[in-house]
């Protein structure tokens, strides 16, 4: 038989942070490409004895579950999140498989096919890969260190009338960057004047270098679950672990209830068993010390492949240190395609993800994107080195 | 703010079995809506020792997994599908949060919106739920006791050119039918004439009263996954539990990549922990024993519930006994409007699902769908009383 495929499917590109991911699997290589955390700081014990006190919790606690989610972890997500100056009820609330599936039953929501979306330039791929298959146009605003530019934001929105704006404001993916408390308030104050619901993507924020720092969410300025506009998602995946594949999205309860019923069609619910360990989690384990363990962790990380490309004294290489995150992103010289970079790098026993893929269109091509969470010492020196060869090779070669 | 749904979303009826399941919970309320499985028979100790053994396998059981699903997972459900005569590699395999995710995901992967779809009628009202959010028509086929009947199939395609067939053939949801051999040829011969692939959904076929009967998928009689008519979706969810939420689709390698990408937008992977605990289980516990037992225990269930009906020489009702699977489905006298009847039943204190619930449209009211797994004993007891109670009241009153 021969098969027709959706057109909008067969169009998406498969992303090129898991096909490298597939490429480097069981090779000598180093992979600074995936947005992986470092393994040897899951806490594997503590979700072990989560696990253990969910099964003797009873027989109930492997039937299927409500398709919000497990409530007891609903409500201490809600005390969380207070903390944080973020005001929910459960209802105001939906447990996901992993913040990407809140992102994309939130687009399916409050899209239609043939509606545009506003993001920032770069911006998170897999956000690029809903948007497509929910047959999505993309305008990218020009964005600086401070986050995206307002007046370039007001310019797109008044030609092409987006229907919302996705954004992670602190420590994007790809660039590490926070955006400025008034860049927050300034585009919070734009969106509303126009009726743009905004997608806060914050998988982030809790991975913060330094502690004393803040950088209050845009769910937080708005100040509002109920008829406000911004819509929250986050996840256990860089705090706990992937693994558990636990999200959440949170906003006004109709759309929430909206997400929902979208959610019943798409599977049901999502995997209860890791929410109610993750629930048990919770109430036996400091997580907010984990956190602090592994921001450290990764902070030092950072500075670690910071300093180790600064030894380098690269040409035309540039890049921001991050306040946070997992990434760092270079801009190369003028007119090196990262693309044609990978082949040579992964050659020689590295990858990256080149930053043409964060780009909906008109990428800016002499851009990539190196992870600093998932290696350290040796690893990462040996990494550092093999990807300044292929620099070294490429730029001679070209 | 005001907020501007999608259409297709806002159109959809949430499910009324999950509604119910929401209004029946916590009260003294006997629930024979859900498809839900013996909570006492869940092999509890099983489970548990095998997360056990998962997350002492190492710190990588909890890092991101692969959009494909845990690989040592999909090569031993390769080899249980071979003993039913299905032969897959795991190319041709894709791991789903429950069989639920690999309908959607087929059927985003295989239509377009204005696509029509053909289905038996009645069908499974989730499925509905996934055609509706997917833009698609639904146009379902005259089915008897021995599945849909071809020449309706074969006059609705010819009239509507639909795109694909979704079925239940084995153990059906919500009528419990099992289509015949001869049933299954014909309409798969229709199919692969009219180059319709098949989605064939089999979340019951284990559940079999009578092991010594065979009941050959359509994916077995296409006889090749490459190229294959049929692609075919199974689950954990009732053999096993349903909270581990693990369903997988089957068939050919380009389709089920194509699948992949759609996933990779729709939440990256499924929960890897629930994919290694399964892992873990198979290698450790006599699944095809629990198996037995539980269809065995499920079959005294359907017999018990079967003939407590029996015993109350109702008028006018008739139902087939089902050789499988997880329900009894009622026709009730002419007129008798099924919902209105389930809120004179959810005031007696028991619950079932309207038939209405599972039809695209013209539904036949008076049929009801009654599930015999989850209770048993006195509580079956006492909600047959309770249902006949407001049988009685109901024809009474109008």
Redesign the interface.
Known sequence: ???????R??Q?K??AV?DI??LTQGKDMISFA?G??A??L?P?QA??EA??RA??AG?????????EGYMPLREQLCTRMAVKNMHVNPEQMIL???S??AI?LLV??????GDTVLVEKPTYL?SL??F??HGLNVIAAESDEDGIIPEDAERLIKEHRP?LLYAVPTFGNPTGRVWSLERRKKLLALC?QN?M?IIEDDPYGDIKFDDSEQFPTMFSLEGQAE???VFYTSTF?KTV?????SGWAMG?S??IG?V???K???????????Q??LSQLLSGFDLDAHIRLISDSYGARMLEMHELLMRQNLKDISWVKPKGGMFLWLELPDGLDAEALLRCAVQKGVAFVPGSSFYGNNPQRNTARLNYTYNSGARTELGVDRFVDAISEFTARS
């Open positions: 038989m021969n098969y027709r495929f959706s057109s499917v067969s998406l498969s992303s898991r991911l597939k995936g992986l955390p393994e040897e899951f594997v979700i072990r696990a253990d099964f003797t027989t109930g606690a492997l039937q299927y579950g409500l398709t996901t498989t992993g990407q599936q994309d399916g929501v409050l899209t239609e096919p897999a890969q809903v497509a298959l229907k509303k009726e619901p008829r406000g506009a995946s672990a992937p693994a558990l594949r006004d109709s759309v909206m929902a019923k979208a019943q069609a798409a599977d049901l619910h999502s995997s209860a068993i890791d109610q360990i």
